[in-house]
């Protein structure tokens, strides 16, 4: 789902760098330039639609797109990050055609989180990150079974998050359904 509003705008401040999963056709790294984030890098599983942004961006020095699976080579990617950074995590499953995605992982998010703690723990001084997770209807569940599509519970999601910060607070803003994008912030 795009980015709405200038709901990244609002947290650049508290960051230099914007980390994106699922570049899909750029709309979040377009968002992140008019942001001004300094430094702005997207991992993109789909080989040809890393290749398209590459070509698309390749006017903006701060943009990377970077070609892998973010359920496990977004560690890699963080390495490269020396400043505090603003989170889109959005490389899930779609049944859109021109995606891409890995079968044992339909939603990465958990993977995703677990690469961003470990990323925390050896960068204290890049202070806690802020986290938003896009599509967030994707993981609520009915009180007795988990949602068919990602076999995902937002309790679990809320739970890998609080071992990042803490003292994190959750908000909800207007994605593709009202309250669709959960915000991780301190």
């Not at 990617?77 to 859109?96: E, M």
């Not at 998050?161 to 912030?185: N, V, W």
């Amino acid at each position: 789902m795009p980015i709405v509003d200038d709901l990244l705008g609002r947290y650049k401040g508290a960051s230099g760098a914007f980390v994106e999963t699922g570049t899909f056709l750029g709309d979040g790294v377009r968002r992140a330039i008019e942001a001004e984030f300094d430094a702005i890098y997207s991992i993109e599983i789909n080989a040809d639609l890393v290749e398209l942004n590459r070509g698309t961006f390749k006017a903006y020095e701060q943009v990377t797109i970077v070609h892998g699976d973010s359920s496990r080579d977004l560690g890699a990617l963080l390495a490269r990050v020396r400043a505090p950074i603003t989170y889109w995590l959005d490389g899930h499953y779609s049944a859109n055609p021109l995606t891409g995605y890995n079968p044992a992982h339909l939603s990465p998010v958990l993977s995703e989180l677990e690469q961003i703690r470990a990323h925390r723990v050896a960068n204290p001084q890049l202070g806690d990150p802020i986290i938003l997770i896009d599509d967030v209807r994707l993981f609520r569940c009915s009180s007795d079974r988990l949602d068919g599509h990602f076999q995902l519970s937002l309790d679990a999601v809320l739970a890998k998050l609080s071992t990042i910060c803490p003292a994190y607070r959750f908000t909800y803003a207007e994605g593709i359904q009202k309250d669709d994008i959960l915000i991780a912030h301190p």
